[in-house]
């Protein structure tokens, strides 16, 4: 099979809050699917091994899922779905609510936000899956919820290797030096071909994570 086609099925958008060693963490997820709208409703997740978040909700059987929307800033998949959380406050500059629990729900015009208990965990390999009810969320859903064909087709948007969504990039190549320049932040490549990477203001920012000129990194 063409894992490729596995592009064909339609995820959203999701934040995925928990709480490590007493402080909120979170990350970007698209394996996120409502499984019953019994009573409770129930919900499950699946998240790589290496993440700091399955080793939170592991250890604490508990997380929040915001439901981003199509009015989400870039920079807050940037910086919640492409770097870690293990040593660093990744929600020191995005707005946020922590719960009683301890979870943190994303309030940057995500939709609505719903908090959960696991029921069953399930080791897949180099995946955990969650099997989680619903505790409480929100009332009311605000906006259009951003699907990840949004993600990739309006925002330009990638997933990291590993995740379930991830499609390798095309090489690109800037015209004056035969070099690829790729923001260290997001993954996003450069490729207009009527500019080089070189030609850019000095102003030009990432048009995903809105990261500076500077955080582009050379690749060969
Ligand atoms: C669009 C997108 C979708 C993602 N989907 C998932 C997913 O479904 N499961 C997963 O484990 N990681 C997924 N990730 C990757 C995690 O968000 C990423 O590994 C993150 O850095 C983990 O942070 P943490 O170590 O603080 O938990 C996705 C990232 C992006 C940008």
């Not at 019994?38 to 700091?52: S, W």
């Not at 936000?113 to 965990?121: D, E, I, K, R, T």
């Not at 590993?162 to 035969?178: A, L, N, Q, V």
Request: glycine letters at 6%; charged letters at 20%.
């Amino acid at each position: 099979m063409n894992p490729a086609v596995l592009s064909n099925l339609s995820y959203g958008m999701y934040v995925i809050g928990t709480k490590k060693d007493g402080r909120p963490n979170a990350c970007v997820a698209t394996s996120v699917v409502q499984i019953s709208s019994g009573n409770p409703e129930k919900v499950l997740i699946a998240l790589t091994k290496d993440t700091t978040s399955c080793a939170a909700i592991c250890e604490n059987k508990i997380f929040t899922i915001s439901v981003l929307s199509t009015d989400t800033p870039a920079s807050v998949i940037g910086a919640l779905g492409l770097v870690s959380g293990k040593n660093t406050d990744k929600l020191k500059n995005i707005r946020h609510k922590v719960l009683l629990e301890g979870v943190p729900v994303v309030k940057e015009n995500t939709c609505c936000w719903f908090l959960c208990h696991v029921l069953q965990s399930m080791d897949v390999g180099q995946e955990m899956v969650f099997a989680a009810e619903i505790l409480a969320g929100s009332d009311t859903a605000m906006g259009t919820p951003m699907t990840y064909e949004y993600y990739r087709q309006k925002m330009h948007g990638l997933s990291p290797v590993g995740s379930p969504t991830y499609i390798p990039p095309e090489k690109t190549f800037d015209k004056s030096s035969g070099e690829s320049f790729v923001c260290s932040v997001c993954g996003y490549v450069y490729s207009d071909p009527n500019f080089s990477f070189e030609e850019l203001r000095e102003n030009w920012t990432c048009p995903v994570c809105k990261m500076p000129k500077k955080a582009f990194v050379r690749r060969t």
